[in-house]
């Protein structure tokens, strides 16, 4: 079988299993799953919409984050791990947005990657759920389970974004990788997949290799 036409068949048995494909940090404004995402780093999407709720309800702007009070936004995000780091990257990026492109979010991975503590995986979910642009969000859920199906080789984000991108519909592309997370939440949990009631069971490599029926 061709590495595109399993793609395909993971890309329609997960738009099958999970109909609405969507994000599940919550936000308003673009710039806001900006840096939503980058609280998302080693924390969980429950405990930082948490965290935004107030954080964005306090800071209505990319003026205001510009001007913040670096302890302030530090104290709100605590809760999400390595706090200093990223309250230090939400003013930064707040900053250059607002001196070096007009307050504009920009609409290429090329670009939001120029931001500070901004990454591929990122700057590929902007692109995808803001703009609407083919993007490939390669995140721990998605190398674990495309490696497990046989579609990419390797841990290395970059590597398997590009692998991908050469056998994915790319008109599809992002709301495969939202139900990746999705399926591995729900059935290809880390260290113990349910490949028995998995909708992919009869292409995956893991699955056949380790006869699933």
């Given at each position: 079988?061709?590495?595109?036409?399993?793609?395909?068949?993971?890309?329609?048995?997960?738009?099958?299993?999970?109909?609405?494909?969507?994000?599940?940090?919550?936000?308003?404004?673009?710039?806001?799953?900006?840096?939503?995402?980058?609280?998302?780093?080693?924390?969980?999407?429950?405990?930082?919409?948490?965290?935004?709720?107030?954080?964005?309800?306090?800071?209505?702007?990319?003026?205001?984050?510009?001007?913040?009070?670096?302890?302030?936004?530090?104290?709100?995000?605590?809760?999400?791990?390595?706090?200093?780091t990223?309250a230090?990257?939400?003013?930064?990026?707040?900053?250059m947005?607002?001196?070096?492109?007009?307050?504009?979010?920009?609409?290429?991975?090329?670009?939001?990657?120029?931001?500070?503590?901004?990454?591929?995986?990122?700057?590929?979910?902007?692109?995808?759920?803001?703009?609407?642009?083919?993007?490939?969000?390669?995140?721990?859920?998605?190398?674990?389970?495309?490696?497990?199906?046989?579609?990419?080789?390797g841990?290395?984000?970059?590597?398997?974004?590009?692998?991908?991108?050469?056998?994915?519909?790319?008109?599809?592309?992002?709301?495969f990788?939202?139900?990746?997370?999705?399926?591995?939440?729900?059935?290809?949990?880390?260290?113990?997949?349910?490949?028995?009631?998995?909708?992919?069971?009869?292409?995956?490599?893991?699955?056949l290799?380790?006869?699933?029926?």
């Amino acid at each position: 079988m061709e590495l595109n036409e399993k793609a395909l068949m993971a890309v329609d048995a997960l738009e099958k299993q999970y109909p609405e494909a969507i994000c599940s940090l919550i936000y308003e404004r673009p710039y806001e799953l900006l840096m939503s995402t980058r609280l998302a780093a080693q924390c969980t999407d429950v405990r930082v919409n948490i965290v935004t709720k107030d954080l964005f309800a306090k800071y209505r702007s990319l003026e205001e984050f510009k001007n913040a009070s670096l302890e302030d936004v530090e104290n709100i995000i605590k809760s999400c791990g390595l706090y200093k780091t990223k309250a230090r990257d939400l003013i930064a990026m707040a900053t250059m947005l607002v001196d070096e492109y007009d307050g504009i979010l920009p609409d290429t991975v090329e670009e939001l990657t120029k931001l500070p503590g901004i990454g591929r995986k990122t700057a590929n979910l902007v692109v995808g759920d803001i703009f609407h642009k083919p993007a490939v969000v390669c995140d721990t859920h998605c190398i674990r389970i495309t490696n497990l199906l046989g579609l990419t080789k390797g841990k290395d984000p970059y590597k398997v974004e590009m692998q991908l991108r050469k056998i994915l519909p790319m008109d599809r592309a992002n709301d495969f990788c939202h139900r990746l997370v999705l399926h591995g939440r729900d059935t290809c949990v880390a260290n113990r997949p349910k490949c028995t009631v998995c909708c992919m069971k009869s292409f995956c490599t893991y699955a056949l290799e380790n006869s699933v029926e």
